[in-house]
């Protein structure tokens, strides 16, 4: 028997890397899987790729209608949601002096207020024995030149799991954030291709990184199954970094 048998999973931003890893390990655990994602191309291909017990509805998480019509979407097929993982992200490179409003806008409002109105409006569906799970970052707890903004606001989740937890007490849902180092994902280098000298970072990147190289979205999604399944059952406003140990020396 999986690990999340019967159990019903959301993932934003499921159509790709880390979110496209844990749906396929969610679903192989015996999870239905609501995968969501802005492009309707990639969720198509997500859902090729994983076969059965996995549901694409396309959507922004900054967009809070499309989050409704998400959250009605599962209410009608499923009822409820065991768990949640409020994953979508994005970042932009630009160093203090060259940051647009336009661009601080738009990191803020998918990684932030995404997160915080997708687990609001998921909560009428989640009961005691429910995990959400927030995708933080190692940069969230450390300097990194010219990604401030992405920075802050993976501060900013790490804080929202510890206050929601207290926000949640009593009701028996646990909230976690996942932390990832430099993980191999589709989005990690169409941002270094985007900046040029993409060796040359990555080299820069596995130097700082103790086990000596970048982490896979498949490692990644081991440790939100540990997070989502019952043996994570005395955690919450916790964050669990799967980073090589960069963000620990
Ligand atoms: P990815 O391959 O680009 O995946 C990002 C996912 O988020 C895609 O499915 C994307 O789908 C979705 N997404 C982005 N903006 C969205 C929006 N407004 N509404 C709905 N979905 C949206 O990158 P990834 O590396 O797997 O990133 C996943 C998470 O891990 C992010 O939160 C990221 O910040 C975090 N992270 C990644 C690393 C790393 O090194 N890769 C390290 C630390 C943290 P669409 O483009 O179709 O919308």
Redesign the pocket.
């Known amino acids: 028997m999986g690990r999340l048998e019967g159990k019903t999973a959301v993932i934003?931003?499921?159509?790709?890397?880390?979110?496209?890893a844990a749906a396929k390990r969610f679903v192989a655990e015996g999870a239905h899987v609501f995968i969501?994602?802005?492009?309707q191309e990639?969720?198509d291909k997500a859902v090729e790729a994983i076969g059965s017990g996995v549901t694409a509805v396309q959507?922004?998480?900054?967009h809070l209608d499309?989050l409704d019509r998400l959250f009605a979407t599962v209410r009608a097929e499923r009822g409820r949601i065991d768990v949640l993982f409020a994953?979508?992200?994005?970042?932009a490179l630009a160093p203090l002096g060259a940051i647009t409003e336009a661009s601080f806008d738009l990191v803020f409002?998918?990684?932030v207020k995404?997160t915080l109105f997708t687990v609001q409006k998921a909560l009428p569906l989640m009961q005691a024995g429910g995990s959400i799970i927030l995708?933080?970052?190692?940069?969230g707890s450390m300097g990194t030149p010219a990604f401030s903004v992405?920075s802050a606001t993976?501060a900013a989740i790490r804080n929202f799991a510890r206050s929601w937890a207290l926000d949640l007490k009593g009701s028996g849902i646990r909230v976690n954030v996942l932390?990832?180092?430099?993980?191999?994902?589709?989005?990690?280098f169409?941002a270094l291709a985007r900046m040029g000298s993409q060796d040359a970072i990555i080299a820069g990147l596995v130097a700082q990184t103790p086990i000596g190289r970048?982490?896979l979205?498949e490692e990644t999604a081991a440790v939100a199954l540990f997070l989502a399944s019952d043996d994570s059952s005395f955690m919450t406003g916790s964050e669990v970094f799967v980073d090589g140990g960069m963000a620990q020396v």
């Open positions: 934003t931003g499921g159509n790709s890397g880390i979110g496209l969501t994602g802005r492009r990639e969720l959507g922004d998480v900054s499309d994953n979508a992200g994005l970042g409002d998918v990684n995404g995708t933080g970052s190692t940069t992405y993976k932390s990832p180092g430099p993980t191999t994902t589709p989005g990690l169409n970048m982490g979205p």
